[in-house]
């Protein structure tokens, strides 16, 4: 009797004990979490081995310590990100909503939806980035918690920028600014300067195309004095992944205020950063930067070496880098006059192009309102209400339940009913921004995704049985000097006049683009080789018989153009159409320039 009374006051004693430990796990997990969030400024890779280690050490029932477990999955999904494996962040982040759900505070709930916004955008699925920052804003505007808001508020910014609508951008990254300044929050203020600063590059980048010079140096200036208080901050608080892309941001900005030398100086302290914490698309985008600045600096044996690395860490999928990649391949191997390898990078330029023409993430924006629609949340409140009687013995619990749901929902359909009124108010805008994407922003004619969806039209009619038609490809003679001697900005005037007489020189039926840096694609609907021929040498005549003057004291410039052509017949790619008509124009350039080859 007495060996059985110890038998039990030991089981009771373990039961208690383990218990207790179970609670001591889960307050532990928590901070883990906290700590992982931390590390990825520093060391994202020894974050993850140690928040995956302690994953798989865990030996939880389903539902047991559903925040602890949470905040270590949202850590290790954080840190993900940094590294740039996002397809992993995605699954991480998914996990952690799953295994939170309503157990966790709004300040989770933020938390997780914003990261997976990011990872989500990263990846170009901008459409549920959107969403997943919206239910974050939505979770943070409820309980008042004006930190979180601030975050998710940026995060949308930086979505806005991605997608050219710069208007709606700074004022989501004012509003992120000024909730940071308000809550003293000196990371949060950092960051939103490094933003504000992004959307200002953007402004002059516009400024520049449209030929307003004293704008765009003045947003140039924005952008160096903005990231110039946030490397301040970032260093005061020991934030290095920070500091590299104020750094980065700098650099930008005195690049584009013609200060290569001292641009370099900031580029070669974001990317050695960026190596050490271990980011990979931060390190992409130094390399990128640098090689721009390097080329500035004619030293381009050294920007073939950074456009090389940059290669080699982008993945397959990141296409829009890619073709960034390729573009600086052609003018690296044109500088050099490399052609063989110029038209050879030109063709993955068009390769990745006629990949990218088919993803109008935009589009997909623009339908984001159906997801918040009233109808579908009043559905839910009723599921939840079904739910709730399940079983008699929780019928409290799960009334409690249902109540805290139904005020949840009436605030998130409340802040989505007002955020849907102004998101419809911009519509219009976003629409105008559409056409604006197929528009070249220096010359006004259409781009090169533009002139390629004619030109699958223009292949479907030929394949059914209509006439064929040509296409004319035209680079102008010996661009780089003109640029060399008077600088770019007169180059962009040069270009512009060009366009015009090309514009001004072609059949209403044709259509002129610019295809990339000083080469114009023509497209000649219903028109054969000996036609493409004539227009071709008329083209040719008509750039070169009268010089470009230029404003202020500097001499016309004489302009000569080569151009290729090739006439599509049933059943040929566009690639391969392109492709002849690109392998003409450097026979032409071979054999003296300033002449048509087909």
Not at 137 to 158: F, Q, R, V
Not at 197 to 224: C, H, M, N, P, Y
Not at 346 to 357: G, L
Not at 366 to 375: K, S
């Amino acid at each position: 009797m007495r060996w059985r009374l110890r038998s039990v006051l030991v089981a009771v004693f373990l039961a208690l004990a383990t218990e207790a430990g179970a609670q001591v796990a889960c307050t532990d997990l928590e901070t883990i979490g906290s700590e992982l969030v931390a590390a990825r400024d520093s060391n994202p890779t020894a974050a993850v081995e140690r928040g995956q280690t302690t994953l798989a050490e865990l030996e939880l029932e389903a539902g047991e310590c559903a925040t602890g477990k949470a905040a270590l999955l949202g850590g290790i999904a954080s840190n993900l990100n940094v590294l740039g494996r996002n397809d992993e962040a995605v699954t991480r982040y998914e996990q952690a909503i799953e295994t939170l759900g309503t157990a966790g505070t709004s300040t989770q709930l933020a938390f997780l939806h914003r990261g997976l916004g990011v990872a989500l955008a990263e990846l170009e699925l901008y459409e549920r980035a959107l969403g997943h920052y919206l239910t974050a804003l939505a979770a943070s505007d409820a309980a008042g918690e004006l930190t979180e808001t601030a975050k998710t508020a940026g995060n949308i910014g930086i979505l806005y920028t991605t997608l050219d609508e710069y208007e709606k951008a700074r004022e989501y990254q004012t509003r992120s600014l000024q909730a940071f300044e308000a809550a003293q929050f000196k990371p949060g203020i950092a960051g939103a300067l490094v933003n504000l600063g992004a959307v200002a590059a953007k402004f002059g980048d516009t400024a520049v195309a449209s030929g307003d010079r004293e704008k765009a140096q003045r947003e140039f200036r924005t952008l160096q004095s903005l990231n110039e208080r946030a490397l301040a901050l970032f260093e005061t608080i020991g934030n290095q992944r920070g500091v590299a892309y104020a750094a980065s941001n700098i650099g930008l900005a005195l690049d584009r205020l013609n200060r290569p030398a001292e641009a370099l100086e900031q580029h070669q302290r974001s990317l050695q950063l960026r190596k050490d914490i271990g980011d990979r698309f931060g390190t992409i985008n130094s390399l990128i930067s640098k090689v721009t600045t390097l080329s500035s600096l004619r030293r381009y044996d050294d920007a073939q070496v950074a456009l090389d690395e940059a290669a080699g860490l982008i993945p397959d999928e990141s296409l829009s880098l890619l073709r960034i990649v390729a573009e600086l391949r052609v003018t690296l191997a044109e500088t050099r006059a490399d052609y063989p390898t110029a038209l050879a990078a030109q063709r993955e330029v068009t390769r990745f192009a006629t990949m990218i023409a088919h993803e109008d993430q935009r589009a997909k924006v623009a339908d984001l309102q159906d997801r918040f629609d009233a109808d579908r949340a009043a559905t839910e409140i009723e599921a939840l209400r079904s739910e709730a009687a399940i079983s008699d013995l929780e019928l409290q619990r799960q009334r409690m339940l249902f109540q805290l749901s139904a005020l949840i929902a009436v605030l998130a359909i409340a802040f989505f009913l007002v955020l849907l009124s102004r998101y419809r108010i911009g519509v219009r805008s976003a629409r105008e921004l559409a056409v604006a994407a197929r528009t070249d922003p220096l010359t006004g004619l259409p781009n090169r995704r533009h002139l390629l969806e004619l030109m699958e039209y223009e292949a479907h009619r030929v394949n059914r049985g209509g006439r064929p038609f040509c296409v004319l490809m035209a680079d102008l003679d010996n661009f780089k000097l003109i640029n060399d001697r008077y600088g770019h900005d007169v180059g962009d005037e040069v270009l512009c006049e060009v366009a015009r007489r090309l514009r001004d020189t072609v059949r209403k039926q044709d259509t002129v683009a610019r295809w990339g840096g000083e080469e114009f694609l023509l497209l000649l609907p219903d028109s054969s080789e000996s036609g493409a021929l004539i227009l071709a040498n008329k083209l040719r005549e008509r750039i070169s018989a009268e010089p470009i003057g230029m404003v202020g004291e500097l001499e016309s410039i004489d302009i000569t153009v080569t151009i290729g052509f090739s006439e599509y017949r049933s059943g040929m790619s566009l690639h391969d159409c392109i492709r002849i008509a690109d392998e003409a124009l450097y026979r032409g350039k071979r054999d003296g320039k300033n002449r048509a080859a087909g």
